[in-house]
T-cell receptor
Framework: AQSVTQLDSQVPVFEEAPVELRCNYSSSVSVYLFWYVQYPNQGLQLLLKYLSGSTLVKGINGFEAEFNKSQTSFHLRKPSVHISDTAEYFCAVSEQAGTALIFGKGTTLSVSS | KAGVTQTPRYLIKTRGQQVTLSCSPI?????VSWYQQTPGQGLQFLFEYFSETQRNKGNFPGRFSGRQFSNSRSEMNVSTLELGDSALYLC??????????????FGEGSRLTVL
């Protein structure tokens, strides 16, 4: 069965610093990988997704993620964060259509000045 | 294009009561999925409906049920509420369904508090 582990529950950083949010997944088949963001009192919004092809995926708001099949990882990065990036970030994995999208437990990114 | 709309946004119930939550998907989307979000367990998949049929179900007791109407609107019901059912219930719609390569579009959720 597929599963997702987000290695850090909270990541505090200063504004303009780089950040990496780590995600590892477990699956016996090929997967599709996603990062979603949830701002306070809102639903989830897609940041980026890996379906196939280039292992470096660029998303919205300057975020990017790299798919590493050998390490079963899909870490999210941003070279310089802003206060407005403060939110909860979820890594998710899915297999074939018709199966559930499985989420990690989330990482709270707190950006301070 | 209007997004996913969930009603009510907030509600308070007492143990033993039942609750019905509603979700209107994005126009043209035939799939509606429901997730329960709690601080301890994170986002857990409840079920998915596609063209009025339940296509997938998570590991929740039978007190949790849902349905989808011909206009793709969906409702979920929780009967005999327990304190542990307090959570944010998120609805997500998509054109083709959950799983695979498709993106889910989420509503803002219905926050249920059980006293």
């Amino acid at each position: 069965a597929q599963s997702v582990t987000q290695l850090d529950s909270q990541v505090p950083v200063f504004e303009e610093a780089p950040v990496e949010l780590r995600c590892n997944y477990s699956s016996s088949v090929s997967v599709y990988l996603f990062w979603y963001v949830q701002y306070p009192n809102q639903g989830l919004q897609l940041l980026l997704k890996y379906l196939s092809g280039s292992t470096l995926v660029k998303g919205i708001n300057g975020f990017e993620a790299e798919f590493n099949k050998s390490q079963t990882s899909f870490h999210l990065r941003k070279p310089s964060v802003h206060i407005s990036d403060t939110a909860e970030y979820f890594c998710a994995v899915s297999e074939q259509a018709g199966t559930a999208l499985i989420f990690g437990k989330g990482t709270t990114l707190s950006v301070s000045s | 294009k209007a997004g996913v709309t969930q009603t009510p946004r907030y509600l308070i119930k007492t143990r033993g009561q039942q609750v019905t939550l509603s979700c209107s998907p994005i126009s043209g989307h035939r799939s509606v999925s429901w997730y329960q979000q709690t601080p301890g367990q994170g986002l857990q998949f409840l079920f998915e409906y596609f063209s009025e049929t339940q296509r997938n179900k998570g590991n929740f007791p039978g007190r949790f049920s849902g349905r989808q109407f011909s206009n793709s609107r969906s409702e979920m019901n929780v009967s005999t509420l327990e304190l542990g059912d307090s959570a944010l219930y998120l609805c997500a719609s998509s054109p083709s369904g959950t799983g695979g390569a498709g993106e889910l579009f989420f509503g803002e959720g219905s926050r249920l508090t059980v006293l």
